[in-house]
């Protein structure tokens, strides 16, 4: 995501609030227009074994993320979904395998390594500097793109001011998006839960991934607070093009806003297809999602 595509964004009117009743009419107004910019494959895990000692927590595990899709993974506690998601953002460095990002491989890479490539993330658990203000939390976001060094970013002197004025402008672009105006001199621990979730979301737009982690991004919320996230989601995805990689339990939020859905169980991937295909997949409705009575 751009600073230009930000800019547009607001001009095109994204900051205003539309009416959304529920997570699935927020996904029949967006979801027909974001599969068909569905794109080439951008993402590629092949074969990923992980094992902390004698417990494996990935057993080969493979599937490919196209361009522009919500690509969800779901699958009971325990089952390995965090764990892919710090192998795919260098948190983890598997023992077996590889990833794949727009034809360059890595096996060895460290998380800002993968965040210099395009891949953002967010946490199950907020990661957020709670005694910092809302503005001061996303722009540590933006730590990848400053050029100057520290010293003269301490001392905001000469190139080091102007840049860091031009990284607030982008960085107020992103507060406006996600509706958090009033909050943004807010400390961040003084804050609602769900409005921590959109500053966290904040944070990793602010940078500009091609490709967007998301680890439980509705988890703790009510309904009010997941439909907005839906909505947000949804945008990202739609207006940015950004790709997004999404861990959810909620199977509703799941099933209205994803292009395609991998499943894993202890480790093991047992589906992969659209949420009709997952939905109706035996071993996937006998491991996690049950029947219905």
């Keep these: 995501m751009s600073s230009a595509a930000l800019a547009a ?8 609030e539309p009416v959304v009743p529920s997570a699935s009419a927020a996904a029949d ?8 910019r569905v794109g080439e494959v951008i993402l590629q895990v092949q074969n ?39 192998c795919i953002n260098g948190v983890y460095q598997p023992q077996q395998g590889s990833i794949t990002l727009r034809g360059q491989t ?12 395009g891949i953002a993330r967010t946490f199950q658990n907020l990661a957020l500097f709670k005694g910092m203000s809302v503005l001061d939390n996303i722009m540590t976001g933006r730590n990848l793109k400053m050029k100057s060094n520290l ?49 966290d979301l904040g944070r990793a737009l602010a940078m500009e991934p091609e490709v967007l982690l998301l680890d439980e991004p509705m988890a703790g919320m ?5 439909q907005d996230m839906c909505r947000f989601i949804l945008d990202v995805n739609d207006e940015f093009g950004t790709t997004i990689v999404l861990i959810e339990h909620d199977m509703g939020v799941v099933m209205d806003i994803s292009d395609r859905v991998v499943v894993l169980d ?8 659209t949420p009709e295909e997952v939905r109706n997949n035996p071993e996937v409705i006998k491991a996690y999602l049950g029947t219905s009575h």
């Design 9 to 16: 964004a607001a001009r095109a009117g994204l900051i205003a």
């Design 29 to 36: 107004e967006t979801q027909t227009a974001s599969a068909r």
């Design 48 to 86: 990923i074994s992980l094992a902390f000692g004698g417990v494996k927590a990935l057993a080969d595990i493979s599937f490919d993320v196209r361009e522009h899709e919500v690509r969800a993974i779901i699958g009971p506690n325990g089952a390995g979904k965090s764990s892919m998601l710090n």
């Design 106 to 117: 890595f096996k060895h890479m460290n998380s800002r390594q993968v965040a210099e490539m």
């Design 151 to 199: 010293f003269l970013q301490a001392l905001r002197w000469g190139p080091a001011e102007r840049e860091e004025t031009e990284q607030r402008l982008v960085v107020e672009r992103i507060i406006d998006f996600l509706e958090i105006q009033p909050y943004r001199k807010t400390p961040v621990g003084r804050m609602p839960y769900g409005l921590q979730k959109r500053v």
């Design 222 to 226: 009510n309904v009010e607070e997941k």
């Design 266 to 273: 202890y480790g093991k991937k047992i589906g992969d297809g």
